[in-house]
């Protein structure tokens, strides 16, 4: 979809001669303020059942998550000591063992960030069925259910803008506007209980790396270890960040106002794809 609008350039402070955006007109915006003339469904639809069951896939997304960093600490407790144990091996071939259990530490770290994406997700379905059982089962169509899920992902996503005042062309007065602030999204959410169960995870993970790179590499041991941190540091911060990136996306329609932000979300709430055409 074509975006012919011209948003505004925020700063933190009064902006001036701003083009103000045109509505859009055609995607789900189409469908962001709720009508009560337009809404048609199934009528066999239960509410109540598809609460639970999102409930239920909402507890699952952390049980598979704590599976997940289970095996891994097993698989750590073991390999490590019997790599460190065995005399016969090389330091470089134990080097080797401490990487390949780096890969899937990533790769589980990769996994555990998609379930708290799909966490997320299933909160907000849950929130949007609570708002549904408002309605009208008769009275309810796609745009109806895609206004609900916007309204409370936005509502949720609030939280985490700012106020700035903008004052667009042709108009003497500032207009109050909300910019979603990844910073303000890192700030609430670096000390939850699921950013630390990632943390202690991808932490693990990148000691088992430096480690492994300080076996391998054959230089000094100041030189090793200071390879060993850089390298483990790195990946620290790359997994942490993929982790917030992911989870920013989930209100990336709040930063860019696209349909293919909002559908990143919607797709994947599928407890609310019981709509027809």
């Known amino acids: ?26 995607g789900y915006f189409q469908n962001r303020d709720l009508r ?75 996994v555990i960030a998609r379930y708290r994406v799909y966490k997320e997700i299933y909160w ?45 062309e042709g108009s003497d007065h500032y207009e109050e506007h909300l910019r979603f602030s990844r910073w303000l999204y890192l700030k609430k959410n670096i000390f939850s209980a699921e950013t630390m169960y990632f943390f202690i995870h991808s932490l693990i993970t990148a000691l088992l790396l430096g480690l492994g790179v300080a076996l391998i590499l054959p230089l000094s041991t100041v030189l090793s270890v200071i390879c060993a941190i850089i390298t483990g540091a790195l990946l620290l911060i790359g997994l942490l960040a993929f982790y917030f990136h992911e989870c920013i996306k989930v209100y990336g329609v709040l930063i860019d106002e696209k349909d293919s932000s909002f559908n990143f979300a919607f797709k994947s709430a599928w407890f609310l794809h019981f709509f027809v055409s």
């Open 1 to 26: 979809m074509e975006n012919k609008q011209q948003k505004p350039v925020y700063a933190p402070r009064k902006i001036v001669d701003v083009r103000k955006p045109e509505p859009k007109e055609d």
């Open 124 to 168: 907000l379905c849950c929130q949007s069925i609570t708002v549904l059982h408002s309605m009208h089962m008769d009275r309810m169509d796609k745009q109806a259910v895609q206004a609900v899920f916007y309204g409370v992902l936005k509502k949720k996503g609030t939280s985490y803008c700012i106020k700035e005042e903008v004052k667009y």
């Open 36 to 110: 009560p003339d337009q809404r048609k469904t199934h009528p066999d639809i239960d509410l109540d059942a598809l609460y639970e069951r999102c409930v239920e896939e909402l507890g699952l997304q952390q049980t598979k998550r704590d599976q997940i960093i289970t095996v891994f600490l097993g698989l750590v407790t073991f390999l490590v000591p019997l790599a460190l144990g065995i005399d016969q091996v090389s330091w470089a071939a134990k080097g080797w063992i401490f990487l390949a259990v780096t890969l899937v530490g990533a790769l589980f770290s990769l």
